[in-house]
């Protein structure tokens, strides 16, 4: 089973609906980021969370926003989805007890907002 | 701030042969960590490699291995003998060791696409 799931794994939606997209994971790690990939920009930041009661802004954060329910699930919604959201999603894992906090990544889901 | 440069879009290797992608980084930061994710038409993100700023000694991963040149802040992923498997993006990812730093900086990416 994989480490990192995310559901849904693809989603198309319309514009001003609400929206979630939801992280589980089962590594034990204490930090969670939401990350958006769009063609030709790499991954950027939206959210990230260091445990359950630290949540913070990322780089592209406006229009989005977070729920830390347990250590192992994080979720990112869409309050009023927009066409410019269309972009592919990742939730990642890190443990802050290793040096490298290496980042550990979920399948992804593809977001569509007509 | 920190910056990750990716100047190859796309580069192509022939099956069995020897590739090289390129990745600088700009920091004013003297510890930090280095990384090369891998993301297959599958778009799972996979760790390729990582590598300490400290550690002078470059690192290898069976077929993938870095050169990494702290001084001129590059850090190119080298891949032997590729395999039709190894054809995916390719991006490097820098992050400051320093706590509180956690903010990974990826760089924009480079599509290997591998010929038979």
């Known amino acids: 089973d994989a480490d990192v799931t995310q559901t849904p794994r693809n989603r198309i939606t319309k514009t001003g609906k609400r929206i979630m997209l939801e992280c589980s994971q089962t590594?034990?790690?204490?930090?969670m980021y939401w990350y958006r990939q769009d063609p030709g920009l790499g991954l950027r930041l939206i959210y990230y969370s260091f445990d359950v009661k630290d949540i913070n802004k990322g780089e592209i954060s406006d229009g989005y926003s977070v729920s830390r329910q347990a250590q192992a699930k994080f979720s990112l919604s869409l309050e009023s989805a927009i066409p410019n959201q269309t972009a592919l999603y990742f939730c990642?894992?890190?443990?802050?007890?290793?040096?490298?906090?290496?980042?550990?990544f979920g399948p992804g889901t593809r977001l569509t907002v007509l | 701030a920190q910056t990750v440069t990716q100047s190859q879009p796309e580069m192509s290797v022939q099956e069995a042969e020897t590739v090289t992608l390129s990745c600088t980084y700009d920091t004013s930061e003297s510890d930090y960590y280095l990384f090369w994710y891998k993301q297959p038409p599958s778009r799972q993100m996979i760790l390729v490699i990582r590598q300490e700023a400290y550690k002078q000694q470059n690192a290898t991963e069976n077929r993938f291995s870095v050169n990494f040149q702290k001084a001129a802040k590059s850090f190119s992923l080298k891949i032997s003998d590729s395999q039709l498997g190894d054809a995916a993006m390719y991006f490097c990812?820098?992050?400051?060791?320093?706590?509180?730093?956690?903010?990974?900086?990826f760089g924009t990416g480079t599509r290997l696409k591998v010929l038979a």
């Open positions: 990812a820098y992050r400051a060791s320093r706590g509180g730093t956690y903010k990974y900086i």
């Open positions: 590594k034990g790690h204490d930090r």
């Open positions: 990642a894992t890190s443990d802050s007890g290793r040096g490298t906090d290496t980042q550990y």
